[in-house]
């Protein structure tokens, strides 16, 4: 699976961004999928997944009630809508898939295909 993630930019503090993660080699409605971030000298941490179906979901709590994560399978595509943004929401943001897990996973190393990053700066 080729992931590639775009959408990251600067935005204030209290802003709303779009990430999508736009996948091909395999369609991504049989897999799980999630997003994770990492900022400089810190481990890749978990941001929020999603089930095959794009159903069930799952968020970290420093995320809960401002970001969604959604996929659309017919667009093989998987995104991230983010508001009331905080400075400590900036990071590198991944797009991963799990071909052989489950979406409740939150571990990175659970995750097999990732895409490039896409840099998400807030602040004013």
């Known amino acids: 699976v080729q992931l590639q993630a775009c959408g990251g930019g600067l935005v204030q503090p209290g802003g709303s961004l779009s990430l999508s993660c736009a996948a091909s080699?395999?369609?991504?409605?049989?897999?799980?999928m999630a997003w994770f971030r990492q900022v400089p000298g810190k481990e890749r941490e978990f941001v929020a997944s999603?089930?095959?179906?794009?159903?069930?979901?799952n968020y970290a709590d420093s995320v809960k009630g401002r970001f969604i994560i959604a996929k659309d399978n017919a667009k093989n595509t998987l995104y991230l809508q983010m508001s009331s943004l905080k400075p400590e929401d900036t990071a590198v943001y991944y797009c991963a898939t799990n071909i052989v897990g489950n979406f409740y996973q939150r571990s990175a190393t659970d995750y097999q295909y990732w895409g490039q990053g896409t840099l998400v700066t807030v602040s004013s």
């Open positions: 080699g395999r369609t991504i409605s049989s897999y799980a």
């Open positions: 999603i089930n095959r179906t794009g159903v069930r979901k």
